[in-house]
């Protein structure tokens, strides 16, 4: 009694290159990500999606140690700023924190740090540098803004060495 076994061919719905992109598009907003990568077969899909909103958020620069502002510079607002040494950026590129939008940072704020450890991404000419720490630190402050440009030396955390 050999039973014959009949397997079922599943059809792959054939898409279109352009109905493709539409799915990936879909995904993208129904997910609300600004920036979606996808390769195979040597062929790579990145979508960014612009804001409609100009956003402008000053980024602070410390060239050096920062410490307290004197008293009589503002009165009326309250400066607190904390002391340490940045760490900076040794190239230009796209700043991220994590290794993709769905992973958490590499760093945050209070974390405390060993020398060799990835502190965060840049991505420069399609390729994604690690930037690890020289030294054990605390991170104190995430200065530049997740996947906005930074330029070369231009300090990317304030950080504290232990």
Do not use: W
């Amino acid at each position: 009694m050999a039973k014959k076994m009949q397997t079922k061919q599943i059809k792959k719905e054939a898409l279109t290159p352009l109905e493709e992109i539409k799915k990936f598009y879909e995904f993208m907003v129904a997910n609300k990500l600004d920036l979606l990568e996808y390769s195979q077969d040597g062929k790579t899909l990145r979508l960014a999606r612009k804001s409609t909103v100009p956003s402008v958020h000053p980024i602070p620069v410390f060239s050096g140690p920062v410490s307290n502002p004197p008293a009589s510079h503002s009165q009326n607002q309250p400066s607190v700023q904390e002391t340490g040494e940045t760490i900076k950026s040794p190239m230009s590129g796209i700043f991220y924190r994590a290794p993709s939008p769905s992973s958490p940072p590499y760093v945050r704020e209070g974390d405390q740090v060993k020398a060799g450890q990835v502190l965060c991404i840049v991505e420069a000419m399609k390729v994604f540098n690690e930037i690890k720490a020289d030294f054990d630190c605390v991170i104190k402050k995430v200065i530049c803004e997740n996947g906005k440009p930074i330029a070369a030396n231009q300090d990317i955390f304030l950080v504290e060495r232990k």
